[in-house]
C-alpha cells in the first residue's frame, strides 16, 4: 500500500506526487486536482455562456461572474469525481488505469469520501449562492443529471450523452447569471457543447477499451470501434454548427467567426490525428480539447469589445 501512497497507475509525476503532503494527497486525487484537465472541461461551456452574454451587450463579461465560475467548476469538478468513485469502487478496482484510486486502494474509505464529498459540494453551494435566483435554480436543477451519469455505463452504451448533460450545463449557466433568463442562444450553446462532449469523452474511452469490454462496462468507444473518426468528425461537425449559430444570435461578428474556424481547425487535426491504439495518444488529444476551448473564448472576448 505505501507504493501506491507514493504512485499511483492513472496519476504519476504532477505536483500532487511531488509538493503536496502525504496526508492530503489521497484527497487530492479523489478531487482529480492532480489532473485538472476535467475541471477545465466543464469550465469551459461556463466562460462560453459568458462570452456570449458579454457580445450581446457588447462589452466583457463580469471578472466576477468568471472567477465564481473557475472556483465553481473546481469544486464541482471534485465532488462529481468522489461521487463517481464511491459508485465505481468495485468496477475501479478491476482495472489496471483506476485500481489504485483512493477509494478501491484503501487510502480513504467510503465515510471519509462521504465527508469529502459535502465539503466540496458546500464550497460548490457558496459559490452559486453569488449568482441570481434564476442562475441558483438552474445549478440546482443539475444535480440529476450528475447524480445518474456514473450508473449509465452500465446500462447504455451512449453513457456519453449523460456525460455531456452533465458538462455542458455550464451552457446554461452564463448567460443567466448576466441577465437572469434563459435565451435561445445559451440553449443552442447547450445542445453544441453536448455534442462537442460526447466527441471528447469518446476519445478518452479508448484508453480504457479493453478493460471496460472485460467487466461489462458500455462507452461509445466500444459502440464506435473503427467507425470512431467518422463518427467524432460528424459530433464535432455538429457542434461547431450549433455554436456557431448560438453566437450569431448572441451577436457575434467577424472575431468571434474566426475564433469558431480555428476551433472547428482544432476539432478537425484532433479527428484526422486519431489512433485508438494509443492509450496515450487518445489522452493527449483528450487534453488538448482544453486549448480548443480557451481559443473560442478568447475569441468571444475580443469580439465583444472590438
Not at 6 to 16: E, F, P, Y
Not at 227 to 252: K, N
Not at 259 to 282: E, K, S, T, Y
Request: net charge neutral; glycine share 10%.
Amino acid at each position: 500500500m505505501s507504493g501506491i501512497a507514493g504512485r499511483v497507475a492513472d496519476s504519476t509525476g504532477n505536483w500532487v506526487d511531488s509538493l503536496a503532503p502525504a496526508v492530503t494527497r489521497p484527497y487530492l486525487r479523489l478531487a482529480r486536482l492532480d489532473r485538472p484537465i476535467g475541471s477545465w472541461l466543464l469550465l469551459m461551456p461556463c466562460w462560453w455562456s459568458a462570452g456570449l452574454a458579454g457580445m450581446h451587450e457588447g462589452r466583457l463579461p463580469s471578472l466576477w461572474h468568471i472567477v465564481l465560475f473557475f472556483v465553481g467548476a473546481f469544486a464541482m469538478r471534485g465532488a462529481g469525481c468522489t461521487w463517481n468513485d464511491l459508485a465505481d469502487r468495485n468496477l475501479d478496482g478491476m482495472v489496471e488505469r483506476t485500481r489504485s484510486r483512493p477509494i478501491p486502494s484503501g487510502q480513504v474509505s467510503v465515510k471519509q469520501a462521504l465527508v469529502f464529498l459535502l465539503a466540496q459540494a458546500l464550497v460548490g453551494l457558496l459559490v452559486l449562492l453569488q449568482f441570481n435566483g434564476f442562475t441558483v435554480f438552474m445549478g440546482f436543477a443539475s444535480l440529476l443529471v450528475v447524480a445518474i451519469y456514473p450508473f449509465m455505463k452500465r446500462i447504455t452504451y451512449w453513457p456519453q450523452i449523460v456525460l455531456g448533460l452533465a458538462f455542458s450545463w455550464g451552457a446554461l449557466m452564463g448567460w443567466p447569471a448576466a441577465f437572469g433568463r434563459l435565451d435561445w442562444p445559451a440553449v443552442i450553446l447547450y445542445l453544441g457543447s453536448i455534442c462537442w462532449v460526447i466527441a471528447y469523452d469518446t476519445i478518452y474511452a479508448h484508453q480504457d477499451r479493453e478493460d471496460d469490454m472485460m467487466i461489462g462496462i458500455k462507452s461509445t468507444a466500444l459502440l464506435f470501434q473503427e467507425r470512431t473518426q467518422p463518427m467524432l468528425a460528424s459530433f464535432y461537425a455538429a457542434a461547431v454548427v450549433l455554436i456557431a449559430v448560438a453566437g450569431l444570435m448572441a451577436g457575434g461578428g467577424t472575431i468571434f467567426l474566426v475564433g469558431m474556424l480555428l476551433f472547428a481547425a482544432h476539432l478537425a487535426w484532433q479527428v484526422m490525428r486519431l489512433d485508438i491504439n494509443d492509450p496515450a495518444h487518445c489522452l493527449m488529444l483528450f487534453k488538448s480539447n482544453r486549448d480548443a476551448g480557451l481559443i473560442l473564448f478568447g475569441a468571444m472576448l475580443l469580439d465583444a469589445v472590438v
